[in-house]
């Protein structure tokens, strides 16, 4: 195992060079804990060190935003630091790539979800899921990540050829970029082409699409992907030891991580309003504001129904929908975990801080 298995390149390479002068390592972190990251650094002996790092002052200090701060994915200058010291992030590398949403509630800050990401496979398939709005959506968002795009029209065996065929090439009259390849549990060579050595790949895709099935059918001797985090107890695999990228023996880097999630469930919503524009005008129209688009006076929308301009059949779904996106939300609370971490911050990031961190466990520690 050497650092090119962990996606190291020239251009990482140069950039680090000065660093080294310093004696720092290179490390990419593959975990975001509260206080701490967890980062994967050459062992000198062909294998790699799981260690744990606090970010210095400075790098806290530089970064003009959240998105600028380190984050999975990133590679970074590590000070070992001496005996009884913290490992430090001396400095972040530029990012080659980065998957990352537009913060909830503030269309400015951006979250990043993992860094320096090659390739992002949207699975999906034929049938029930296929959306070509919502496939638009991804592919804005894997665009402005500048990883490469990659779609998996899978469960092919539950589909003609035909159907599977036109589904691929709808998809591809989207974006000339794209790879899209056709894929069921059973065909899954297409995925596993991607599993490069030093490649970090990314699936995103509805719930039931396959994402899971696809990944242990190919790795599943060396690594069980269960790809949701356990519903009853909360915690499931994304405990404070998880590792959010894989690194995987035959090669290739998967990415596992909560914030792919994120991502997909805002598509979804978005995709979902978009349908109903037409109706959201209308709603603009009724008397009040508060207008349930029942029983209450001056209701556009039921005026629109009377008239026959709006569809009775639209008019019913319209009224679902608050319903499903509030599915939607209680799904994403689950994992409101990520987020409340990142509102933290100044919290976490003073822990990061090892002078802070004493000070923060001094105020921390029970009065006697
Ligand atoms: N017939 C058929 N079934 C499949 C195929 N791929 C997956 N499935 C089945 O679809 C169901 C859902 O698959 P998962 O792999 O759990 O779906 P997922 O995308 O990981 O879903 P989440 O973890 O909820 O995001 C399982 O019962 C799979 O066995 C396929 O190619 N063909
Ligand atoms: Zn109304």
Known sequence: MTLADLGWNEAFEKEFAPF????WVPARLIRDNKITYGALIEDGEGGYDDVEVVMSGKVYHD????AALPAVGDWVALDLGGEGEDTVIRARL??????SRKAPGNSAEEQVIVANVSTVVVVT?????FNLRRMERYFAVIARSGARPVVLVNKSDLYTKQENEEAAAAIRELSSEVDVHITSVKKHRPLKEYFKKGQTIALIGSSGVGKSALVNAIFGDEYQWTGE????TGKGRHTTTARELMVLRKGGILVDNPGIKEIQMWTDETTLRDRFVDVDDLAAQCKFLDCKHGKDTGCAIRAAVETGALDAGRYEAYLKLDSEIAKLRAQR???QMTIERRAKRDHRIKARNPVDRRELEHDLKPRA
């Not at 985090?229 to 009853?232: A, C, L, Q, Y």
């Open 20 to 23: 080294q002068k310093n004696g």
């Open 63 to 66: 970064a003009e935003s959240d």
């Open 94 to 99: 530029s990012r080659q790539t980065c998957l």
């Open 125 to 129: 398939d034929a049938g029930p899921d």
């Open 229 to 232: 985090v356990n519903e009853t």
């Open 333 to 335: 609370k689950k994992r």
